[in-house]
T-cell receptor, first 113, second 115 residues
Framework: TQLLEQSPQFLSIQEGENLTVYCNSS?????LQWYRQEPGEGPVLLVT?????EVKKLKRLTFQFGDARKDSSLHITAAQPGDTGLYLC?????????????FGPGTSLSVIP | DAGVTQSPTHLIKTRGQQVTLRCSPK?????VSWYQQALGQGPQFIFQ???????QRGNFPDRFSGHQFPNYSSELNVNALLLGDSALYLC??????????????FGSGTRLTVV
């Protein structure tokens, strides 16, 4: 059974603080995505990482793909209330020739003004 | 450029009834995947359609079935609804193949409530 784990499950921080969310698995992924989802809406793609060790930056968000392509992290600098939402990681399993994708359970982030 | 369109947005059904949810993929995408998301949880994969065929399936019972039409739009059908089927149903479109897959484009979902 393939599993993606995320930690922490819940995070409540003050505006301006930094935070890191982790995504871990025993499976190897050909690519990994991070999404943000707001209540009542579908997830919105933030970034895709495909190379082990890859680091991508999107304004105040920094994404890293582990060297072995089994884990990833999302770091937010100087969090703002607009960052509030459910952060989901999703991995495309390397074992298949097409995109079999599994999602983690999500990290619910609340940024307090 | 229209994204993924799902209908209806909300639905209330009685236990034992049947429901059909609809999805139009993003322009240029020909693969449609369906996910079930319970409150406070991550999306769970139901199945994926490509070239009008079910290409892969998650751990969902046969009560969940689907279809893809020649214009790439898709339907999700659920028979004999149970209270536990209450969830947000998400449709995601993408391009085929691992080499080209850069992530999903999701619709806003259909909120199904079974009473």
């Amino acid at each position: 059974t393939q599993l993606l784990e995320q930690s922490p499950q819940f995070l409540s921080i003050q505006e301006g603080e930094n935070l890191t969310v982790y995504c871990n698995s025993s499976s190897v992924f050909s690519s990994l995505q991070w999404y943000r989802q707001e209540p009542g809406e579908g997830p919105v793609l933030l970034v895709t990482v495909v190379t082990g060790g890859e680091v991508k930056k999107l304004k105040r968000l920094t994404f890293q793909f582990g060297d072995a392509r089994k884990d990833s992290s999302l770091h937010i600098t100087a969090a703002q209330p607009g960052d509030t939402g459910l952060y989901l990681c999703a991995g495309a399993l390397e074992e298949t020739s097409y995109d079999k994708v599994i999602f983690g359970p999500g990290t619910s982030l609340s940024v307090i003004p | 450029d229209a994204g993924v369109t799902q209908s209806p947005t909300h639905l209330i059904k009685t236990r034992g009834q049947q429901v059909t949810l609809r999805c139009s993929p993003k322009s240029g995408h020909d693969t449609v995947s369906w996910y079930q998301q319970a409150l406070g949880q991550g999306p769970q994969f139901i199945f994926q359609y490509y070239e009008e065929e079910e290409r892969q399936r998650g751990n969902f019972p046969d009560r969940f079935s689907g279809h893809q039409f020649p214009n790439y739009s898709s339907e999700l059908n659920v028979n004999a609804l149970l209270l536990g089927d209450s969830a947000l149903y998400l449709c995601a479109s993408s391009s085929p193949g691992r080499e080209n897959w850069l992530g999903y484009t999701f619709g806003s979902g259909t909120r199904l409530t079974v009473v």
